[in-house]
């Protein structure tokens, strides 16, 4: 390496008045101290997101719960090709395959008749989404989710299924994003967001 | 400084053909086949000859190739810091016969990684001073990374089968006939971060003998990565080194890119570049503030942690989540950044120096912090390559040494920064370094956000990136590549190699060997604070149990990356 | 989601008489674990000034410090006092992966922990295992202690974790959590002994 990349940090020595301490002492607590009376009058070096009053926003990307898409007579749009089961690292998914009986055309020839996720085994990647070919799982941007006992945490089809209209779920990470709801906001903001962001 | 002719023609001259050294051609580096009875001979000669001079083992692990009649293939590679070259050596061992001459006393950064190899493969390294398994468990039967072991099978450990040191026992009692007494410190204890566990004998305060243990975050990376595909792999890198995450993923891109043969495009490496040095800052920051927490100095750790959940903020708006990824895949990354990506970007390069600054104020020249870490830990310049440091820890030795200046990778070599370095080698001087390559982080930050250029973030190659979406739901030829990359895999052609970046503790590399299908055939993570932390039982002796803390917390041992 | 009611649990059977072990009901029908006022003032203490010991081992002890710092701080629960030793903490906060070589270590942590003691289990790799079905990692801390809330995530936002603090803190209230219920089935074998 050239002498010019290189920059030395040696400890430098410690003069008189640092090793007295009793200076040092001062300047310390004038940095505390600025934080202590900036945060009494004016609250400025405040950080804390007084959860659950408060809640942060979401980023527009979050991979959060996963949920099912339909189609508009509310079927699901899965073709139950396999995709997102494989793709899985964490074999959560499991799905079995059924014939749609009587349907309108023949590409939608196959539909899931179990479609469960273990959201205890999910490591929220999202390559169930990138793998999928109908854009049929995304997922939304619920996080909270907690269980009291492991056989609560694996969902199928009617807890997946998306309940009310596209536009009004609170999707998160998805194969298209549209105009963002959610900016990226620093310094992060400690009080409500002025309008709210979807369901929780 | 040779290159690869000279450096055979001098290892021919030492060891004629038909001595058990051949070269090995076709492969990235410049690679060796060594027959085990010319082992140590020539393990020496690359150490002490002036044109090989090859003072720093960075990895050796093992390969299992079960229909080989030599089944095991151990494998070194070495680099030299003064000529800059790399070279591999590989010992290949039959099964029923796998002993190896142990290299302890060539290097002495041989001695986990013979164990580890022992532990994984079942060989045997003759001559090793403590050849016993060191990530699994006692109780654990037969060897885990051989091809015929089922990944699943576990091994319960009981109460009373724990590792107790030997010397443990043994009554012993210091001149003014008090007993002396063992302590553990960990594997639950506040101040091994993650989970370590070292075992001492106290005289007082003072330590000693010490002696380490790690393999309680073993998580089986390597087996996991044979049994999944190239890119499902990615989520697993992320929880290498968690601090850092992103970084690990950028080195197994890298890597695998590089035994594809494709280049990801100008934007995403940018990207890589601008969210690997962020990482770097994140991961010095719990580094800084988990050694000032053991120290008792709470503050600077509150105050720095803001800037970790800023950059978090960043971090979760490009990809969906804070600390795990999952951003990068082979070839490029998965998505673009945000179109806010760029000015938040600018924010956080005007609040870490100030967050920076106040911590300084409260720390750096301080009586008690100095007095606490100065000459605690002292590891000099030789000593750490022969243990085989790298990154901040040997900086902070007096050498010189980043592979972001001595081999670039992603442009670095176009930027303008600087590498801290100091000489004292103690803990205060590990801290010094960290503090001042954060600042340099910065730095290329700042620079690199002005060639964020507009285009694509993944190679174009449909054997090895998954089609955009657009294409996948209008074109037939497109559906059919994504099917194939979902389901079988991306193919990777048959070879083998040893990519390595600057982590933010030092060398990551990940050897990794394929056989040209859709997953990896042998995955080994070579962890920087593996090495590191080796040398931590020999550091011990004579220092106080509190000066063990503080030479724990400048050493930036993480659990994830240690064992895997 | 995860803050559901509580589903009713089956009626007392004819036995179990008056006294401690009785059951009763809430308007809504879900049933109260807890009979006297007292114990009902005993857990509104307990549940805000829940004492952590957190077994930090992997990503999730990352997400963990950053749900004792500033931005989320869990003071504001009453539980900024987080202790490193087990006689002193009543919740055990697994968070990360639990190894084969880890699991007595964490079993003897769990023992010396005096009662009432709690248990979320954070992360999916403490759990069930996560991703990692292998041979060196426990499929699930359950298989060695009894875990009263399990936190999904990999790991899970600060604010996911946060919920299952809540999520506790309203199981203590109930008196669902995994101690309580067995105070109770103790209470109750007492009772069908003696009365």
């Known amino acids: 390496m050239r002498p010019q990349d290189v920059i030395v940090c040696d400890a430098k020595p410690l003069g008189a008045i640092q090793r007295l301490y009793l200076v040092e002492i001062v300047k310390g607590l004038a940095v505390t101290l600025r934080h202590f009376l900036g945060n009494l009058f004016g609250r400025k070096y405040t950080v804390t997101i007084e959860w659950p009053e408060v809640k942060r926003e979401y980023s527009e990307r979050l991979r959060g719960r996963h949920i099912l898409l339909t189609r508009e007579d509310g079927s699901p749009r899965c073709v139950a090709c396999y995709m997102c089961e494989t793709a899985c690292p964490a074999e959560c998914i499991h799905i079995e395959a059924e014939d749609t009986p009587d349907s309108a055309t023949v590409e939608f020839e196959k539909r899931p008749k179990v479609f469960t996720i273990d959201l205890l085994r999910c490591v929220y990647c999202g390559f169930c989404v990138d793998a999928c070919p109908k854009e049929a799982i995304v997922m939304s941007r619920v996080h909270e989710m907690a269980f009291a006992s492991r056989e609560e945490a694996v969902v199928g089809l009617d807890q997946l299924l998306q309940k009310g209209p596209t536009a009004k779920l609170d999707l998160g990470y998805r194969p298209y994003y549209g105009a963002p709801r959610s900016r990226i906001q620093l310094p992060i903001p400690v009080t409500a967001p002025a309008e709210p962001v979807g369901a929780r | ?564 | 989601m995860g803050d559901d009611a509580v589903k009713p649990s089956p009626p007392p059977t004819a036995g179990a008489g008056e006294g401690p072990g009785a059951a009763r009901r809430r308007p809504d029908g879900s049933q109260i674990f807890l009979t006297t006022r007292f114990e009902q003032m005993l857990n509104a203490a307990r549940k805000n000034s829940l004492w952590p010991f957190p077994m930090g081992t992997a990503c999730c002890g990352i997400e963990f410090m950053s749900f004792m710092m500033s931005h989320y701080d869990i003071s504001r629960f009453g539980a900024e006092v987080v202790r490193f030793s087990p006689r002193q903490s009543d919740l055990l906060i697994v968070a990360g992966t639990i190894t084969d070589k880890m699991a007595p270590v964490m079993v003897r942590i769990y023992e010396q922990m005096a009662e009432p003691r709690y248990v979320i289990s954070m992360g999916v790799c403490a759990c069930t295992g996560g991703f990692y079905r292998a041979y060196h990692v426990v499929q699930g801390i359950d298989e060695f202690i009894p875990v009263d809330v399990y936190v999904p995530g990999c790991p899970p936002t600060p604010e996911a974790l946060l919920q299952g603090v809540v999520k506790l803190q309203e199981m203590i209230e109930r008196g669902e959590t995994q101690y309580q219920r067995a105070i109770a089935a103790r209470k109750a074998a007492q009772a069908a002994v003696g009365g």
């Not at chain 2, 929880?239 to 690990?248: G, P, T, V």
């Not at chain 2, 902070?396 to 670039?408: M, N």
């Not at chain 2, 739901?473 to 600057?502: D, N």
Request: charged share 25%; glycine share 8%.
């Open chain 2, 1 to 564: 400084m040779a290159n690869r002719e000279e450096r055979a023609a001098a290892v021919r001259h030492a060891f004629p053909p038909g001595s058990g050294v051949e070269e090995v051609g076709g492969v990235d580096l410049q690679t060796f086949r060594v027959d085990r009875k010319v082992l140590p001979a020539f393990a020496r000669h690359l150490k002490d000859d002036p044109a090989l001079d090859c003072r720093l083992l960075s990895d050796l692990c093992g390969v299992d190739y079960p229909d080989r009649e030599q089944r095991f293939d151990v494998v070194y590679h070495l680099y030299s810091i003064d000529r800059g070259h790399r070279i591999r050596v590989k010992v290949p061992v039959r099964e029923d016969d796998a002993v190896v001459p142990s290299l302890v006393s060539v290097w002495k950064a041989a001695d986990w990684f013979e164990r580890e190899a022992f532990d994984m493969f079942g060989i045997r390294f003759s001559g090793h001073p403590n050849l016993k398994r060191i990530l699994c468990h006692p109780a654990f039967h037969g060897h885990p990374l051989r091809k015929d072991y089922d990944p699943g099978q576990r091994w319960l450990l009981r109460e009373g089968e724990q590792l107790a040191p030997s010397w443990a026992d043994e009554v012993q009692e210091d001149e003014d006939h008090f007993e002396t007494q063992v302590l553990n410190l960990g594997p639950s204890h506040p101040a091994t971060h993650g989970t370590l566990r070292a075992v001492v004998r106290l005289d007082g305060e003072v330590i000693t003998q010490a002696e380490v243990e790690i393999g309680y975050l073993h998580r089986c990376f390597e087996k996991m990565a044979e049994q999944h595909t190239w890119n499902q792999v990615i989520p697993y890198t992320d929880r290498l080194n968690y601090c850092s995450a992103m970084m690990n993923g950028v080195g197994y891109a890298l890597a695998v890119e590089r035994l594809v043969g494709v280049t990801a495009p100008p934007r995403a490496q940018v990207i890589r570049l601008i969210l690997s040095e962020l990482s770097r800052i994140m991961d010095h920051i719990v580094d800084i503030g988990a050694n000032l927490n053991d120290l008792g100095a709470m503050t600077p750790f509150l105050y720095m942690y803001e800037a970790r959940e800023e950059i978090y903020s960043v971090l979760e708006a490009c990809c969906g989540s804070r600390l795990t990824m999952s951003y990068v895949r082979i070839g490029g990354l998965s998505f673009d950044v945000p179109d806010d990506f760029e000015s938040s970007v600018r924010y956080l390069l005007k609040r870490i120096p100030r967050l920076l600054d106040d911590m300084e104020r409260l720390i750096t020249d301080n009586r008690i912090f100095r007095e606490r870490t100065e000459g605690v830990g002292a590891m000099s310049a030789a000593d750490a390559l022969d243990w085989g440091w790298t990154g901040p820890c040997l900086r902070a030795s007096g050498v010189a040494y980043d592979i972001r200046k001595a081999e670039p990778y992603l442009g670095y070599e176009t930027y303008d920064f600087k590498v801290p370095v100091s000489h004292a080698g103690d803990t205060y001087a590990r801290y010094l370094v960290r503090v001042e390559e954060m600042r340099q982080s910065l730095e290329i930050v700042a620079q690199a956000l002005g060639r964020m250029v507009p285009g694509p973030v993944i190679v174009d190659d449909h054997r090895v990136a998954l089609p955009p979406k657009e294409e996948v739901y209008t074109e037939m030829e497109s559906l059919i590549w994504h099917f194939k990359l979902v389901m079988e895999g991306m193919k990777v052609p048959r070879g083998e190699v040893y990519g390595y970046t600057e982590a933010a503790n030092g060398e990551l590399g990940f050897y990794i060997v394929s056989d040209g299908s859709g997953s990896p055939y042998r995955i080994k993570v070579r962890p920087p604070c593996f090495a590191i932390f080796q040398a931590f039982e020999h550091m011990l002796p004579g220092h106080m149990v509190s000066d063990a803390v503080a030479i724990l917390g400048s050493m930036n041992v993480i659990a994830g990356e240690l064992d895997r």
